[in-house]
């Protein structure tokens, strides 16, 4: 339910500050466990969770799907996705490839690929009808405090001042609320950016996606309705600005000249954006009466897709945890609690943080002799289905203990009263 921003106070159980793709996930997550939840979003409320301006184009992975599921939104995303079935992987300049398959993790797809606005959209609506997310918007959050029970959020701008057992930072990759908690982030700029577009190909695609690694950056195509593909092109910093600008056709060549005939040729290219690049872990994410989730715990290079994909299996690690404890009338915004989540979570984060850094790194290196290194470890993969098998399942998210909601199955919910009358 949309609630006026104006000069309002009310308590909750839990404030999501950030209502983006994976707050707004978190939000609808929690819909049914009986706690009162406030989200905020910065945002005019139309344009929540994103704005529909935003060109971004998400590989979701398996796991994504099935936390979606969980949160009763897949039904409504599934007709917007095209499917992965294959991934080709290729090293320009090199012969190098190693082929994946849907066959290899036993699902019907490796993941699916679905623009940012259209899932943003589904989420957006869904909330509308849930009816128990208080969603304040616009709303911006600009200053927190904490006692021992509890901590306070405001707005100043809009006068509005609220309380809750637990704030949830939700607030993406440039949040400033971090520091305001003491949560301190390690950062790192990459000297690259990413050039988004849709391209549509004389070729069939067959949901077969590509990555090509160029000593520029890599290249991603991931495979749309029709023969088009969304184009991930990481350039370096002071290229992709340029490219953005080319003329159609001679950005068309120049594709084509990057990445090769496999996919045909290219005809055409919508608008096209460019995202900056940074890395941002924040080791220690949570503290007395505050967490952060997705971007605001973590930023990584877009090279393997997997900067949504864990901040969804964030929401499905959190919301579980919150479930157990409201349920067991613990203080779910004790250190005690938070930490145990932190900890949970840790291992993957850093494993996909690494992981994508080092591929960055490793396919970016001209250095004689890791060209050949990196020739032979992809053909050796390509003929080692269990190393790949093994791959796969971390990388789409079927591995480790997985909470229910990664299992596709919404949060088990308990006959209980809201732990805190509404303020
Ligand atoms: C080019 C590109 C391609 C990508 N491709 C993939 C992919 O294929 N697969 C994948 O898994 N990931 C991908 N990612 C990463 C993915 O987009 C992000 O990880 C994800 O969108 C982060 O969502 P979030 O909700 O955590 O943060 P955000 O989307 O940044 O949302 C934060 C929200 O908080 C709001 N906010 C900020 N400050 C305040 C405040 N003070 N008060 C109230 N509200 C506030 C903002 O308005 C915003 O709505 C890609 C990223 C890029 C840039």
Redesign the pocket.
């Known amino acids: 339910m949309n609630v006026s921003t104006k000069a309002a106070n009310g308590t909750y159980d839990i404030v999501v500050?950030?209502?983006?793709?994976?707050?707004t996930s978190l939000a609808l997550a929690l819909h049914p466990l009986g706690l009162r939840v406030a989200l905020?979003?910065?945002?005019t409320g139309d344009n929540?969770?994103?704005p529909a301006t935003d060109q971004?184009?998400?590989?979701?992975?398996w796991g994504?799907r099935q936390i979606l599921e969980g949160i009763g939104a897949w039904c409504q995303v599934e007709p917007l996705a095209s499917p992965i079935h294959r991934l080709h992987v290729s090293d320009a300049g090199h012969s190098g490839i190693t082929r994946l398959d849907r066959t290899l993790i036993g699902q019907s797809a490796l993941g699916y690929v679905v623009p940012?606005h259209s899932l943003s959209a589904v989420l957006a609506a869904q909330l509308k009808t849930c009816g128990t997310i208080d969603h304040y918007t616009p709303?911006?959050?600009?200053q927190v405090s904490v006692t021992d029970t509890q901590a306070v959020v405001r707005?100043s701008a809009t006068d509005l001042s609220l309380t809750a057992r637990l704030v949830v930072l939700?607030?993406?990759?440039?949040?400033?609320?971090r520091q305001q908690f003491g949560l301190d982030a390690c950062e790192k700029a990459y000297d690259q950016a990413?050039l988004?577009t849709t391209v549509l190909t004389s070729k069939v695609h067959g949901q077969l996606a590509f990555e090509r690694f160029t000593l520029g950056g890599p290249l991603a195509l991931l495979p749309l309705a029709g023969p088009r593909f969304a184009l991930?092109w990481t350039l370096p910093a002071d290229q992709a600005p340029v490219l953005a600008s080319l003329p159609e056709s001679i950005f068309l060549a120049k594709l084509q000249h990057c990445f090769g005939d496999r996919a045909g040729t290219f005809l055409s290219a919508t608008a096209r954006h460019v995202?900056p690049l940074h890395l941002t872990d924040v080791p220690n994410a949570a503290t007395e009466r505050a967490v952060a989730?997705?971007?605001?715990a973590h930023?990584m290079h877009?090279v393997a897709?997997?900067?949504?994909?864990?901040?969804l299996r964030d929401v499905a690690e959190l919301a579980e945890r919150l479930q157990a404890a409201h349920h067991e009338e613990h203080d779910i915004g004790s250190t005690a609690f938070l930490t145990a989540y932190v900890a949970a979570r840790r291992g993957q984060t850093r494993r996909v943080l690494s992981f994508t850094d080092g591929l960055v790194r490793l396919f970016s290196n001209n250095v004689p002799g890791v060209g050949l290194v990196r020739n032979i470890g992809l053909n050796l993969l390509d003929i080692a289905p269990p190393i790949k098998r093994t791959l796969l399942r971390r990388t789409t998210g079927l591995a480790g203990r997985l909470p229910r909601l990664a299992r596709g199955l919404p949060l088990q919910t308990h006959a209980k009263t809201p732990a805190i009358p509404h303020g």
């Open positions: 500050i950030g209502g983006g793709l994976v707050g905020l979003e910065a945002a929540t969770p994103a971004r184009t998400l590989a979701l992975n994504s940012a709303a911006i959050c600009d707005c939700a607030d993406g990759g440039r949040s400033t609320l990413v988004v991930a995202f989730i997705g971007n605001a930023v877009p897709g997997q900067g949504l994909n864990l901040g």
